[in-house]
């Protein structure tokens, strides 16, 4: 049997996600100079936009790099080796970003979590109030824990910095949830914001951000460690962009579109839409594994369920290897799979983006398909529910 799979890519993998059409046709153009008013237009244009998804009216800093770079320049502005960072767990992206501030010499604390209830924010303020010298010089959070599909109450762990009178810097890395699941960085008090292109925005991959408050602006200000291609007192005398280098022309096309199409939408109603995708997808994934045999929800939270990504754990002693691998090879469905001691134990389901109800309702068929042909237990029905929610 010839199994070389036609058709298109079904993407459901948590980023990159899909770019849509317009973005990609809106990048194919000639490149412009980056230095020409046309350009300069073009990227106030993107900062004003992307500081409205961001909701805040402080200052923004973007870099040609994945969300590593940006995770990296929150870290070399505001830091310097031998300054201690809280990071509260969430899963494997929360310990990668604690593992890059250990290499710059930081001190990492750990407030440790369950990655399947997500962290106990009631004794965050109690740990922080025993820190009496204020040795934490910042609470790093990642509002949405793409390994695990949980997302973080961001506003309640900045009541609780409020609470325990800390004057740490509050950081979010919003990767994945930055367009898809709202946020509110000025209203939550957030420092600095980490975002990158390609979840959310709808982008290729390559370009990321953060957003910065006054108050992280003076620290970084103030911060002598060495740095120079993410400094923001640099960034800001690159007039007229604030732009490191050369500025991805193609890729403020691309953003000047994908905002237009969020705006189009209304934010709100693309937080709409990836709650009622997200809720359809969970509705498949209870009924697979209803009778304890089948693949479960990982996040055991309810009230922390992740509208932009569902990690579906699998049965015990079952790897989710040969089900991605039928998935992606036999159906041309791309999922996610598992992430460092979560890998071959998971698959994930990402639903952000330029998603709709046709899509992800074949990345569900074929989902319950690839578990058929790859021998997973499950209990049919899944699909049928997953209609069902998004008809009720
Ligand atoms: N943080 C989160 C929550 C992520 O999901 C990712 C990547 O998926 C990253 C950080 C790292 O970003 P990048 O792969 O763009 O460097």
């Known amino acids: ?71 990296e320049a929150s870290l070399a502005n505001l830091f310097t080796a031998g300054d201690t960072v809280l990071i509260v767990e969430t899963g494997y992206f929360s310990l990668s970003w604690a593992e890059m501030a250990t290499s710059l010499g930081l001190k990492v604390e750990v407030f440790a979590a369950d990655w399947r209830k997500g962290a106990d924010i009631s004794k965050l303020a109690d740990h922080l109030k025993k820190d009496k010298t204020h040795e934490i010089k910042a609470v790093l959070t990642v509002h949405n824990e793409t390994a695990t599909g949980m997302v973080l109450p961001v506003a309640d762990i900045r009541r609780a910095m409020d609470e325990a009178k800390h004057p740490a810097l509050l950081l979010s890395d919003t990767i994945s949830s930055l367009g898809s699941i709202d946020y509110k960085m000025d209203a939550w008090g957030v420092d600095v914001t980490v975002g990158g292109s390609q979840k959310g925005l709808m982008l290729p991959t390559g370009m990321s951000l953060t957003g910065v408050s006054d108050k992280a602006l003076e620290v970084a200000r103030k911060n002598k460690a060495p740095r120079h291609y993410w400094n923001w007192d640099l960034m800001n005398g690159r007039s007229p962009q604030k732009f490191m280098g050369t500025a991805p022309v193609h890729m403020f096309f691309g953003l000047q579109e994908s905002l237009k199409m969020l705006e189009e939408e209304g934010l709100e109603a693309v937080f709409q839409r990836h709650g009622r995708l997200a809720e359809a997808t969970r509705a498949a994934v209870r009924v697979w594994g209803d ?66 109800e046709p899509m992800l309702l074949g990345a569900l068929a074929t989902t319950e398909l690839a578990m058929k042909v790859s021998g997973v237990p499950f209990t049919p029905g899944g699909v049928d529910a997953a209609i069902k929610s998004l008809t009720a």
């Open 1 to 71: 049997m010839n199994t070389k799979p036609r058709g298109r890519q079904f993407f459901a993998n948590p980023g990159p996600t899909n770019i849509p059409e317009r973005v990609l046709r809106a990048m194919d153009r000639s490149v412009i100079d980056f230095m020409s008013d046309e350009f300069v237009a073009i990227h106030h244009a993107c900062h004003a936009g992307v500081k409205r998804v961001l909701k805040t009216d402080q200052t923004l800093y973007m870099y040609n790099a994945s969300g590593h770079g940006a995770w």
């Open 291 to 356: 009778g304890g045999k089948g693949p479960q929800l990982f996040c055991q939270s309810d009230d922390r369920l992740s509208n932009s990504v569902t990690a579906v754990l699998m049965p015990e002693g079952v790897s989710s290897d040969p089900l991605r691998k039928a998935a992606i090879d036999r159906f041309n469905l791309s999922l996610g799979g598992g992430l460092g001691p979560l890998m071959g134990k998971m698959f994930r389901i990402g639903h952000m983006g330029d998603l709709n």
